[in-house]
């Protein structure tokens, strides 16, 4: 196999306890949050030398993620996805990224099957 091989690498449901939120209660409480990542990697030079060092460590992708997700409190899972987003396009072997976070405990006096923000972007 020669020239790029484009490939694409997912992490999905990875649930994190967190305290983000508008209201106080969801800061001082905190409730769980699940983070949906796939990632457009070039996957040449780690099939050819079939070394973890090559691509990208989907473990120690989970590790940082989580610990964004339980870090700095923010009002809006819009801020936090931006943020999860821009620490993924932070690898150089990562060309672009999707981050959809979800908030399935959020404060919502209906009934409802997901509450989620998503953000796509591209190394520049």
């Known amino acids: 196999m020669g020239g790029d091989v484009p490939g694409t690498i997912e992490l999905k449901g990875l649930t994190v306890h967190g ?3 508008v209201y106080e209660n969801e800061r001082a409480q905190g409730q ?3 983070v ?3 990632l457009e990697v070039d996957l040449q ?3 050819a ?3 973890v060092g090559d691509t990208v460590h989907y473990g120690e992708l989970a590790d940082e993620l989580a610990a964004i997700v339980a ?3 923010v009002k809006l ?3 936090l996805t931006s943020r999860l987003l ?3 396009l932070s690898s150089p072997l990562v060309q672009a990224a999707t981050v959809t976070v979800h908030k399935p405990h959020a404060p919502i006096p209906h009934a409802f099957g997901d509450v989620a923000v998503t953000l796509s972007g591209r190394r520049s």
């Open 19 to 21: 305290h983000h939120g």
């Open 86 to 88: 821009d620490h993924c």
């Open 71 to 73: 870090g700095e409190p």
């Open 77 to 79: 899972i819009e801020t």
């Open 32 to 34: 769980a949050f699940v």
């Open 36 to 38: 949906d990542v796939s």
């Open 45 to 47: 030079k780690s099939i």
């Open 49 to 51: 030398s079939d070394e």
